[in-house]
């Protein structure tokens, strides 16, 4: 409301924050030593310590500004005298849910006891995702971001390991392949953007750009989405550090519209200190949202408990 002399609107705006859901590859095949030489750790170590890492997890680091969620996801086998008789259930789910501000501890209690097993249902683990996020939606808001990490070429519950079928059949895992971008458009579709994070070395063609693409709406053949490779413990932790930081917002939500044609008549501080139109800061089209950017946004991630102001000429108001 503008004061009795009504020189001008003060806002306090809201910090947008984003909801990550981290879909972590537990297939066997993340027991490999990771980097070169092939060392230990293995790369689930390597993982585990990028993302929960009391000093310099991603996951302790941001938890105050991100609504974390995590899920490990694989297949298990059931077995009779021995021999394999069926994945049951699949996909193998373990979660560490509801998505929630200072999340870490269950993040961390998460990967307790738990060890690379069996198979890659890629494609039914980001379908299980979506169903979540649509029965546990986060705040008006919140952007909703998975980041999907594994170290190869996915399979299905229906087909288990067809690069390691005989005769090999490369048309089998082309379709799996299919599946696994459907199952990434499918989210995006439903609004949640899919980060694609390549753990290790192994050969998956054009796999991740495909679902880098699919993962931020674009064409999966034409797109040229960002997706990111880690061939070692510094590059992955590194990698974690980009996506995740890269999606904490320091986009700011207004409680009434203003006439964006306005914007540049603004003033915005943050800590008392004044960002400059333009290069600092600027209103969205939809009058609602403030985009804080370059070096402000920097300082703003970096700030505990940023104090955000907002003044807005009288008559900018949209009633």
């Given at each position: 409301m503008p004061d009795s002399s009504c020189p001008a609107l003060h806002f306090t705006p809201k910090k947008v924050t984003p909801t990550v859901e981290l879909l972590l590859d537990q297939s066997g095949s993340m027991n490999a030593a990771y980097g070169v030489p092939m060392a230990p750790p293995s790369r689930w170590d390597a993982m585990r310590s990028a993302l929960i890492d009391p000093t310099n997890g991603v996951v302790p680091k941001l938890a105050s500004q991100v609504v974390f969620g995590a899920t490990l996801y694989t297949s298990t086998s059931e077995k009779v005298n021995g021999?394999?008789?069926?994945?049951?259930?699949?996909?193998?789910?373990?979660?560490?849910?509801?998505?929630q501000r200072n999340n870490a501890a269950a993040i961390q209690q998460l990967f307790q006891g738990k060890n690379p097993v069996d198979d890659t249902p890629t494609a039914e683990s980001i379908d299980a995702i979506r169903a979540d996020f649509a029965?546990?939606?986060?705040?008006?808001?919140?952007?909703?971001?998975?980041?999907?990490?594994?170290?190869?070429?996915?399979?299905?519950?229906?087909?288990?390991?067809?690069?390691?079928?005989?005769?090999?059949?490369?048309?089998?895992?082309?379709a799996i392949n299919d599946i696994t971008v459907l199952a990434a458009?499918?989210?995006?579709?439903?609004?949640?953007?899919?980060?694609?994070?390549?753990?290790g070395d192994d050969e998956a063609g054009d796999h991740p750009q495909r679902m880098a693409n699919a993962g931020a709406g674009l064409d999966p053949i034409t797109g040229r989405a960002q997706f990111f490779v880690a061939t070692n413990p510094?590059?992955?932790?590194q990698a974690f550090n980009t996506i995740i930081g890269g999606v904490v917002s320091c986009d700011l939500r207004l409680d009434s519209a203003l006439d964006p044609a306005d914007g540049p008549n603004g003033v915005v501080t943050i800590d008392n200190r004044p960002l400059m139109y333009g290069t600092e800061w600027n209103l969205d089209k939809d009058g609602i949202t403030i985009h804080i950017v370059g070096a402000a946004c920097t300082m703003l991630k970096a700030a505990t408990?940023?104090?955000?102001?907002?003044a807005f000429p009288c008559g900018t108001i949209i009633l």
């Open positions: 021999r394999d008789v069926g994945k049951v259930p699949c996909p193998t789910l373990n979660s560490a849910h509801p998505r029965a546990n939606p986060p705040a008006d808001g919140s952007p909703k971001i998975i980041v999907l990490a594994t170290d190869g070429l996915p399979d299905t519950c229906a087909d288990a390991d067809p690069q390691n079928a005989m005769p090999m059949d490369p048309t089998r895992q082309a458009q499918n989210a995006f579709k439903a609004g949640i953007k899919l980060f694609f994070l390549f753990v510094a590059d992955l932790t408990n940023p104090v955000v102001d907002a």
